[in-house]
Nanobody, 120 residues
Framework: QVQLVESGGGLVQPGGSLRLSCAAS????????MGWYRQAPGKERELVAR???????TYADSAKGRFTISRDNAKNTLYLQMNSLKAEDTAVYYC??????????????WGQGTQVTVSA
């Protein structure tokens, strides 16, 4: 069982910055992928960024150059630094973890989400 708790969302003006955090607790495998997803009203949930246990990262085109995903293994915490925010970034942001265990057992957990609103 894994619990993911997001924090750091809120209201920010265009061009501003926010730093989202996702604190993970419970049983964490050494093999995992963690990611940030977002869902805007009327749209499908989409991947924003992800990071593997080895440190490899992937970004959506809309996030490249503006967002940075990172992790603190000692704290079991995932971060998303968001700079130069635009109105189009307004969405609920979700943290997710996918894990692989011995013999290929897998699991997946989602956080509850945190609202990010970019508006003047």
């Amino acid at each position: 069982q894994v619990q993911l708790v997001e924090s750091g969302g809120g209201l920010v003006q265009p061009g501003g910055s926010l730093r989202l955090s996702c604190a993970a607790s419970g049983s964490i495998s050494s093999i995992f992928v963690m990611g940030w997803y977002r869902q805007a009203p009327g749209k499908e949930r989409e991947l924003v960024a992800r990071i593997t246990n080895s440190g490899g990262t992937t970004y959506a085109d809309s996030a490249k150059g503006r967002f940075t995903i990172s992790r603190d293994n000692a704290k079991n915490t995932l971060y998303l630094q968001m700079n130069s925010l635009k109105a189009e970034d307004t969405a609920v942001y979700y943290c997710k973890i996918n894990q692989v265990w011995l013999f290929g057992k897998r699991d997946e957990y989602w956080g509850q989400g945190t609202q990010v609103t970019v508006s003047a």
